[in-house]
């Protein structure tokens, strides 16, 4: 178990963050369920109803709270970026958390409970931090062109 962080995301779901709690868990390694609570008879939900679930993902800590049906609902202005070693790592990624979602541009998706993800594999990231200021700014403008980021794309635009 990872050492506990001051601080932790809380994702509101209706009553379904049981079950997005065990997908994530299941696309990313070392990951796990660590602690799941139940409402009692004071509701608002029914009773033995998940209350909230904590879990791990590769050492992060969340919390899904299923709140009921408040109106609240995820959108673009908060995701969870996952560092991606290689092509492999992406192509996982992509594809797992953007079953049953909607993959986006720049490899950005929103999953099928409607949680944003930046999909980045790592040598984007190095090849836009170049001195070389052109190549970089080859390097942004394929990736600008792309929904999944495809790293040998990126390195042949750098390269000019």
């Not at 994702?11 to 409402?39: I, P, Q, R």
């Not at 673009?76 to 049953?100: I, M, N, P, R, T």
């Not at 409607?114 to 070389?132: A, C, K, N, T």
């Amino acid at each position: 178990m990872a050492t506990a962080s001051k601080v932790t995301p809380w994702l509101w779901f209706d009553t379904n963050g049981e079950e997005a709690a065990n997908f994530y868990v299941s696309v990313f390694k070392n990951s796990s369920v660590t602690e799941v609570t139940h409402y009692g008879s004071a509701g608002p939900l029914p009773e033995g109803t998940a209350m909230t679930v904590s879990f791990e993902l590769d050492g992060q800590q969340f919390v899904m709270l299923n709140g009921g049906d408040a109106g609240f609902s995820f959108n673009e202005s908060v995701s969870f970026k996952v560092d991606c070693e290689d092509q492999a790592e992406v192509d996982h990624f992509w594809e797992a958390l953007g079953e049953g979602g909607e993959h986006g541009p720049c490899g950005w998706l929103k999953d099928k409970y409607g949680l944003s993800w930046q999909i980045v594999p790592r040598r984007l990231e190095e090849l836009m931090r170049s001195d070389d200021t052109a190549a970089a700014q080859r390097a942004m403008a394929a990736m600008l062109q792309m929904g999944k980021i495809v790293v040998a794309d990126i390195e042949a635009a750098y390269a000019g």
